[in-house]
């Protein structure tokens, strides 16, 4: 079992930066990826970033460029948007391959991003 933790979270203007961070605890050595996804209002959970353990990241469309995650798994967000006002949870996969959302089974309870305009 992996217990994950985010913070970071928190209201920023358009255009701010913010830095999300996602401790792990428990059987950590069983992860393969972690990832970081959010969910809107309304909306259904969607891909935010993953870095998985030889140091290859994916992004959502609308996060390349601006979102990058670093060797740590801190989920650093910049020209940050109204559209990018989610709950933001980070996750870990503990299987060989990770394809998409439903690979990752441990999650943290989230943590609130605001972007106001």
């Known amino acids: 079992q992996v217990q994950l933790m985010e913070s970071g979270g928190g209201t920023v203007q358009a255009g701010g930066s913010l830095r999300l961070s996602c401790s792990a605890s428990?059987?950590?050595?069983?992860?393969?990826?972690m990832g970081w996804f959010r969910q809107a209002p309304g909306k259904e959970r969607e891909l935010v970033a993953t870095?998985?353990n030889s140091g290859f990241t994916t992004f959502g469309d609308s996060m390349r460029g601006r979102f990058f995650i670093s060797k740590d798994n801190d989920l650093q967000m910049t020209n940050l948007e109204p559209e990018d006002t989610a709950m933001y949870y980070c996750?870990?996969?503990?299987?060989?391959?990770?394809?998409?959302?439903?690979?990752?089974?441990?999650w943290g309870q989230g943590t609130q991003v605001t972007v106001s305009s």
């Open positions: 870095r998985d």
């Open positions: 428990g059987s950590v050595f069983s992860i393969n990826t």
């Open positions: 996750a870990a996969c503990h299987r060989n391959w990770c394809p998409g959302i439903a690979s990752f089974e441990s």
